[in-house]
């Protein structure tokens, strides 16, 4: 290890081997940001501020946006910055934040899936199972075990020797990327990131797939065409998330050698990172009456329809 350096600052390449579309990239990436924080602050004002709202599956996703909110920002802000080098320090904390938060995601569409699981197949118990104490135990849970997760892994990625190139090729600082920097043997620290993998991936997935496995069954029972459809339409904003959210972190973290970098990690990467935040609010809302309800009676009280004397 003779050769190790101190490391001041890393570089982020992003993607910067296409220069041809930096200005559409940026103004992209812009857009993304804007709608992204616009959709979620409006999605927590509503969960926050509409009694009709007051239920165990708008609290987690109002804390699903308030999540994501702050996801984006710890990721896009710096991709539309213009100077790419990021300081040791600024890498660690974007890290951290960034994993803390992903991870809570994991783990908080688990405990929406479980949410969606009681109210089809226990309906007449939901009130009771989700109550006010539970809720707050899951929420409290993830954030908790989110924060942990992210403590290790960015202590154990910030003692490894960096050798050499401080080129990040990647838009954000990750795990698979910073290890690629190290001047250590790879193969044990694979190992290790995979295992974690599992345990804040795979397991999570595996809990939502069996919920749904029973959501499934319960609504093909049902005698009604109409519950059927109610039944469906709550859980299918929430699966088309999870489906999008799992699937691209999956690809990644849970390959074996996903440490050796593909471009095309990039890409799944940016589903997470920046597609699922902006789309939420969307998927959340246009396809739930509920919420329009919420937005209509927000909007029609304060501007359309004046109040009457
Ligand atoms: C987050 O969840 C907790 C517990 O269910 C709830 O009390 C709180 O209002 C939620 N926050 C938002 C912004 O929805």
């Avoid at 602050?41 to 109002?62: K, N």
């Avoid at 938060?101 to 688990?110: K, Q, T, V």
């Avoid at 009771?128 to 809720?135: A, E, G, L, Y």
């Avoid at 490894?160 to 990327?177: A, K, M, R």
Wanted: positive net charge.
């Amino acid at each position: 290890l003779g050769n190790e350096t101190s490391i001041k600052k890393f570089i982020l390449l992003g993607f910067g081997n296409r220069p041809e579309l930096k200005t559409v990239l940026f103004l992209l990436f812009l857009v993304i940001y804007v709608v992204t924080i616009a959709g979620n602050t409006l999605i927590v004002a509503l969960v926050v501020a509409d009694q009709h709202l007051h239920t165990p599956m708008y609290f987690f996703l109002g804390n699903l946006s308030c999540l994501e909110t702050c996801y984006t920002s710890t990721i896009l802000p710096r991709m539309l910055a213009k100077d790419k080098s990021i300081s040791y320090t600024g890498c660690l904390v974007q890290m951290y934040f960034m994993l803390f938060l992903g991870i809570s995601e994991c783990f908080l569409l688990a405990a929406m899936a479980y949410d969606r699981y009681v109210a089809i197949c226990n309906p007449l118990r939901y009130q009771v199972i989700m109550n006010r104490k539970v809720c707050l135990s899951f929420t409290v849970l993830s954030w908790f075990s989110g924060n942990m997760v992210s403590l290790v892994q960015t202590a154990w990625v910030f003692t490894l020797p960096f050798c050499g190139s401080t080129q990040i090729n990647y838009f954000f600082c990750d795990i698979p990327p910073l290890i690629k920097l190290s001047c250590i043997d790879i193969p044990l620290y694979e190992m290790q990131l995979f295992t974690a993998a599992i345990l804040v991936i795979f397991i999570p997935f595996s809990l939502i797939l069996v919920s749904y496995i029973f959501i499934i069954s319960t609504i093909l029972k049902m005698a009604s065409a109409e519950g059927r459809y109610k039944a469906f339409s709550t859980c299918s904003s929430h699966l088309i998330v999870v489906t999008l959210y799992y699937g691209s972190c999956g690809l990644i973290y849970l390959r074996p050698k996903s440490i050796h970098l593909l471009d095309s990690n990039k890409v799944l990467a940016l589903i997470y990172t920046t597609i699922t935040p902006t789309l939420n609010p969307f998927i959340y809302s246009l396809r739930n009456k509920e919420v329009i309800g919420a937005l209509r009676r927000l909007l029609g009280d304060k501007i359309f329809v004046p109040k009457k004397p």
